[in-house]
């Protein structure tokens, strides 16, 4: 009788519980992926409102993309950059290597 009732607890998390768990983990999984994905997609948006990469001085180099503003390079603040000189070919922005 208890290993009747052993095997069917087995049994009842093999068959239920099991698949159940699955379908949360890749749920969870599927929702992170969703997370991130807006955020990056925010940040694009964020990044191509910046002048950032028709100025003069942006490098498009991850290690100083800006001589002048550093800190404000492909943020708001560069908005209203004062130091902006156009230049006449733009540079490529590393979309992958930017962080929120």
């Given at each position: 009788?208890?290993?009747?009732?052993?095997?069917?607890?087995?049994?009842?998390?093999?068959?239920?519980?099991?698949?159940?768990?699955?379908?949360?983990?890749?749920?969870?999984?599927?929702g992170?992926?969703?997370?991130?994905?807006?955020?990056?997609?925010?940040?694009?948006?964020?990044l191509?409102?910046?002048?950032?990469?028709?100025?003069?001085?942006?490098?498009?180099?991850?290690?100083?993309?800006?001589?002048?503003?550093?800190?404000?390079?492909?943020?708001?603040?560069?908005?209203?950059?004062?130091?902006?000189?156009?230049?006449?070919?733009?540079?490529q922005?590393?979309?992958?290597?930017?962080?929120?």
């Amino acid at each position: 009788m208890a290993q009747e009732l052993v095997s069917n607890t087995l049994l009842f998390i093999g068959v239920v519980v099991g698949p159940l768990s699955l379908l949360i983990l890749m749920l969870w999984f599927v929702g992170l992926s969703l997370r991130d994905l807006s955020r990056k997609l925010i940040q694009t948006r964020q990044l191509r409102s910046t002048p950032c990469h028709r100025c003069l001085y942006f490098s498009g180099c991850e290690e100083l993309e800006c001589a002048v503003n550093p800190y404000e390079v492909l943020t708001q603040a560069a908005k209203n950059c004062s130091d902006f000189e156009p230049s006449s070919s733009p540079k490529q922005i590393i979309w992958w290597y930017h962080k929120l």
